[in-house]
Each structure stands twice: as structure tokens, then as C-alpha cells.
């Protein structure tokens, strides 16, 4: 006498492995995704800011240093360059302790987490941390960068 019911073929376990880790993938994309839509900080804080308790708060030390940077590169007299060689000494250097590029000083400017945003995947949400620099001075500082472009 045979079996009617047959048993369902076993996975190797590489498969089973495999799938976890996509399964496991999954979750912390979107776990991810609603702490941005949420207001969250996603990842390390960037350069100003600090960690704390899973939050991103503004940098005693070194938030003062990037509102600076901002209002310096505004003022269109000051070329990349030129805040770096006065801002590095004073302390503005990133989170690993080495001092700033230039490219990462522009990254920087046209970041807009410092006003209080959060991109995500290409989104950009209302942040729950604090803002280092209004709005007008982010655009200001923005348009300057953008016209030594050309």
C-alpha cells in the first residue's frame, strides 16, 4: 500500500538561509522607511549633529562651526576653500575626525537635514531634530555654491 500524501520536498539549507536573510532584509527596509516618513534620523547623524538615544541633536562643539560655514559660503565672498582654511583649525572636521573636502563641505551645504529635512530614497520628509540653519540662509548658501558652479 502507497502513499496518498506525499511529503513536501526539503530545502537545502543554503535555501533556507537565503531566504531568511531576504525575509530579515525586508523587515529592516521598512522598518527603515517608517522612521523616515516618521521624522527619524536614518543612519549616523551627519556632520553638527550628534546621536542620542537613537536621535539626532545638534553638536555643541561643532553645530555652531557648520551655521558658520553655511553663513560664510552665503556671503559669496568665500570660496570653499577659504571657509575650510578657517574653519578647520577652529574644529569643523567630520564625524571620523579628519578635516572636510571640499566636495563634502558642498555636500554639506546641499544638505537638507540641516533645516530640519530628512532624504530618504529619493523623498524628502519632515525631520523631527533640530533645524541648524533656516531656511533662508540654506537657499542663500545653496544659490551661491550653485552660481561658482558656472
Not at 101 to 113: G, H, T, Y
Request: with cysteine.
Amino acid at each position: 500500500m502507497t502513499n496518498d500524501v506525499s511529503t513536501p520536498p526539503r530545502l537545502p539549507l543554503a535555501e533556507i538561509k537565503r531566504q531568511y536573510h531576504a525575509y530579515l532584509g525586508h523587515r529592516a527596509s521598512l522598518a527603515l522607511d517608517a522612521k523616515a516618513r516618521a521624522g527619524g534620523c536614518v543612519g549616523f547623524a551627519t556632520t553638527g549633529y550628534t546621536n542620542i538615544d537613537g536621535a539626532a541633536e545638534p553638536d555643541p562643539k561643532l553645530g555652531p562651526l557648520v551655521e558658520e560655514a553655511f553663513r560664510m559660503i552665503a556671503q559669496k565672498r568665500s570660496s570653499l576653500t577659504m571657509v575650510l582654511a578657517e574653519l578647520t583649525p577652529r574644529g569643523l572636521v567630520s564625524r571620523s575626525g579628519k578635516p572636510l573636502s571640499p566636495s563634502a563641505l558642498a555636500r554639506m551645504i546641499q544638505n537638507p537635514f540641516y533645516v530640519g529635512m530628512i532624504h530618504y530614497k529619493g523623498q524628502i520628509y519632515e525631520g523631527t531634530h533640530k533645524a541648524l540653519v533656516s531656511p533662508s540662509l540654506f537657499d542663500r548658501a545653496g544659490r551661491s555654491l550653485r552660481r561658482r558652479r558656472r
